[in-house]
């Protein structure tokens, strides 16, 4: 394997295990009055857009890691709505 490659796994790891403290934050206080909804629904969207570029230039580390992003982020807004 490539060390690029490399570097794009562990980047991709990395940014989204930065998520997962957020969530079981959210989940466990049954708070998210601190997360911005319209942050959210932008970072969602910008996700779907790596995933797309990752399927487009064929870089499984980018998309591997949007798509686990993307289903934290889908948790995070569940809970945001769940609890308002």
Do not use: C, H
Not at 12 to 34: H, N
């Amino acid at each position: 394997m490539e060390t690029i490659v490399i570097v794009g796994y562990v980047a991709g790891a990395l940014t989204t295990i930065s998520f997962v403290p957020q969530v079981v934050k959210a989940w466990k206080m049954r708070e998210t009055r601190d997360l911005s909804l319209a942050m959210l629904v932008l970072f969602a969207i910008g996700v779907i857009l790596w995933t797309l570029y990752g399927i487009w230039v064929g870089s499984l580390p980018i998309i591997a890691a949007n798509v686990i992003t993307f289903a934290l982020i889908l948790v995070l807004l569940g809970l945001k709505l769940w609890y308002k």
